[in-house]
């Protein structure tokens, strides 16, 4: 079908997968023991974080839900492609433009959620370092409530209003070197004009205050925390920035897999690269696996937590 001249889509082909042709029987069952360590994990640290009334802490609720959206996102990509590695015999996967709409929707809002979640954390922890005589007045539990509501609500917003933009555009090309998808390359699959030329822009412009804000934010407040911590006692300075240390290690993981990737994009724009696909996959990987090891063995709380109860599991 033809509108304008320009071709309409109603199905993508994920050409990442024929990188992974040769090796897509070892992959699977990687993948597939990634996405249930994933699972597990992060469910056991969110499991300790609702059933103990000690954790019923500001701090501890950003990271239940950093950890939330991590299962969320990986139930959304793992088994999808656990299951088109089975079935991507020559390489090559089909997809409804529909359902790869919904995925780069849910998969782009709740990665911004993410750094929105690390941002309102680096608050919590600036007001509970530098400012610990009135903490308990300025982040009340409702406050808190706000703060996840506003870290969900603002990204899902902004990315409806991407994904409907993409879905408007007619597409000239129909093939993503990804082996899932997200907006911005389904946007370089459009043939250009103006509509393409006005969500290109809107995409980069929610990128950079959804993203590189929060981002500046977080650097801002871990900045403070630290000019604070040189001027206090060693032992405040040393607790000060173990509570900090796993929240720092997430964000750089994002900050890198994020930065990694948008320079990818930018070098070798639509041209088919492994290069590509193999930072594609790492972007789903590394955040998803190192969130709950940071923050189940990193936090002292949460980890002392973790042995207590699986050493009830192994003595029972």
């Not at 090891?293 to 207590?308: A, D, I, N, P, S």
Request: charged share 10%.
């Amino acid at each position: 079908m033809t509108s304008a001249g320009f071709n309409v889509t109603s199905s993508l082909t994920l050409v990442g997968f024929s990188s992974l042709s040769g090796h897509s029987s070892l992959l699977f069952f990687v993948f597939l023991l990634l996405y249930l360590f994933v699972l597990f994990s992060d469910s056991l640290v969110i499991y300790i974080i609702c059933s103990q009334r000690a954790l019923h802490r500001p701090m501890f609720a950003f990271v239940a839900s950093v950890l939330l959206n991590s299962v969320t996102v990986s139930t959304l990509t793992y088994p999808k492609l656990l299951s088109d590695l089975l079935l991507s015999g020559a390489g090559l996967v089909q997809v409804s433009r529909t359902l790869c709409l919904c995925q780069g929707f849910f998969v782009s809002s709740l990665g911004v959620s993410s750094f929105m979640l690390l941002s309102a954390m680096a608050f919590d922890r600036y007001l509970s370092i530098c400012h610990p005589m009135h903490y308990a007045v300025l982040v009340t539990p409702a406050k808190v409530v706000l703060m996840l509501l506003l870290c969900w609500m603002l990204p899902f917003i902004g990315g409806g209003v991407t994904t409907l933009l993409a879905s408007r555009l007619p597409l000239c090309r129909a093939q993503l070197n990804r082996v899932y998808c997200d907006i911005y390359n389904i946007v370089s699959l459009s043939c250009g004009g103006a509509e393409a030329q006005l969500s290109g822009i809107y995409i980069l412009l929610f990128t950079a205050v959804i993203i590189f804000l929060p981002a500046a934010f977080v650097l801002f407040s871990y900045a403070r925390i630290l000019f604070v911590c040189l001027r206090c006692s060693r032992s405040f300075s040393s607790k000060a920035l173990q509570t900090c240390l796993p929240h720092l290690l997430v964000f750089f993981n994002y900050s890198i897999s994020v930065c990694l990737d948008l320079l990818l994009r930018r070098l070798q724009s639509n041209r088919e690269s492994d290069s590509t696909v193999i930072t594609s996959i790492l972007m789903m990987l590394v955040p998803t696996v190192l969130n709950p090891v940071v923050y189940g063995l990193k936090l002292k709380e949460v980890f002392t937590h973790v042995k207590r109860l699986l050493r009830c599991r192994r003595d029972s």
